[in-house]
Nanobody, 115 residues
Framework: QVQLVESGGGLVQAGGSLRLSCAASERISSINAMGWYRQAPGKQRELVAT???????NYADSVKGRFTISRDNAKNTVYLQMNSLKPEDTAVYYCKISSNWYDYWGQGTQVTVSS
């Protein structure tokens, strides 16, 4: 069974940076999209960024210009570079890899931004 393992979360001061990584435990074929979502306490899970191949990316308005999603297909890994972090970015971040047949989710990694 494929598992997505996330890393890179933690505590950072406002204005700082973090880089999240999400690696699949084995190769996933026919990937349609890789993405990151987040869920803050008391709120619904929301889309942060997606990559559907090559340079096709999509970002939530709240993170445009600050976050960058990238992927390494050979490693079945997706990254999220987060710069200029704000306290409102505090949430559990989840990665998702979608294939033709199934959506795989990571276990989540906590990102806390202090003011």
């Amino acid at each position: 069974q494929v598992q997505l393992v996330e890393s890179g979360g933690g505590l950072v001061q406002a204005g700082g940076s973090l880089r999240l990584s999400c690696a699949a435990s084995e190769r996933i074929s026919s990937i349609n999209a890789m993405g990151w979502y987040r869920q803050a306490p008391g709120k619904q899970r929301e889309l942060v960024a997606t990559n559907t191949g090559a340079d096709r990316t999509n970002y939530a308005d709240s993170v445009k210009g600050r976050f960058t999603i990238s992927r390494d297909n050979a490693k079945n890994t997706v990254y999220l570079q987060m710069n200029s972090l704000k306290p409102e970015d505090t949430a559990v971040y989840y990665c998702k890899i979608s294939s033709n047949w199934y959506d795989y989710w990571g276990q989540g990694t906590q990102v806390t931004v202090s003011s």
